[in-house]
Every structure is written in C-alpha cells, then in structure tokens.
C-alpha cells in the first residue's frame, strides 16, 4: 500500500509535467508559426472495454496537446490515467488527410509511443512498459471546441482488449 508521501510525490510528478505542457501551449511567440494550423488542448475523459468478463477503469482522466503543423499533420503529446490505474504519456504524430474530412468530421490515424502497459518483447525502457501504438482515431469539431474519439487496439501482454478513448478538445 502507498503512503499518502508516496501519492502526493506522484500528484506532483504529473501536475508538473501538465503545468510544462499547458505553458507550452501559452506562449504564442515561440510557437505561433510552428501549429500554424491550430493548436488543440485535449482533456481525456473515459474509455470503454469490448470485454465482458473483466473491469477496468473506465474513467481515465489527462491532459494532451495536438499541434497542427499542416492541414493535414499534427505533433500530439500528453498524459492520463490509464484503465488499470497507471500513469501513461503518449507521443506521437497525427495524420487526418483531406479526403477523409467532411466538415466537422475527420478521420486521422494516431502513430507513436505509449508508455503504462506491458509490451513484453514489444516494450522498451524499464519493465518492458513503454510500447509502440497505431490507431485510428474520429475527429470531431465546431469553431474552438470538439472531440477525439480512439479505437486503441489491444495489447495482449496487459491483457487489455480494444478499447474506445474519448477526448474533449479546446482549440487555442
């Protein structure tokens, strides 16, 4: 069991690095040219579990950023609570080409790394937790808000199954 030190630590880890990324996000000058195509705030909220027989955590909250740096390329980063109560970060590139774009819908595909899950041999760094991913992704959007709708595929080794991630998004 966790002390309450060990918790507090932890809290401070991820508030810090989520203060990082959100300062990031507010320093128009340095970044205004690079997401010239827009710079998105993305809140992870749940996800859903096509597994009947087991429970996961379906309330998986963080905090992401997507930057646009073309119509149809963007850079994305953040963190959440995964669904078997670990940290996760993620990384990776967007890409949401403009035949699959029809108003305020886009399809994309999400490729990078994701970290919070046993890989087995697929994983890298310690314990084997930091892994590969590649998943489509549903994009919604009005003006300056939207959402993010994920189709992660499973990972064995975790014995996690496909799961549904849903995002908010606020464009600044």
Known sequence: MRTWLSR??????????????AALAWTPAAHADWCGDGLWVDAMVASHHFHPDKDFEQFNPG?????????????????????????????????????????????AVMAG????????????????????????????DYKRVGANIILIPPIPSSD???????????KF
């Open 8 to 21: 507090f630590r932890t809290f401070r880890a991820h508030f810090s690095a989520a203060v990082t990324l």
């Open 63 to 107: 905090i992401g950023l997507e930057c646009w740096v073309a119509p149809q390329w963007a850079v994305t980063g953040g963190y959440f609570r995964n669904s078997l109560s670990k940290p996760s970060f993620y990384g990776g590139g967007v890409w949401g080409p403009d035949f699959l774009h029809w108003n305020h819908i886009r399809l």
């Open 113 to 140: 790394l994701i970290s919070g899950y046993d890989y087995g041999s697929y994983g890298i760094g310690h314990n084997h937790t930091v892994g590969p991913v590649a998943a489509p992704l549903i994009m919604l």
């Open 160 to 170: 996690l199954p496909f799961t549904l991630g849903f995002m908010l998004r606020v």
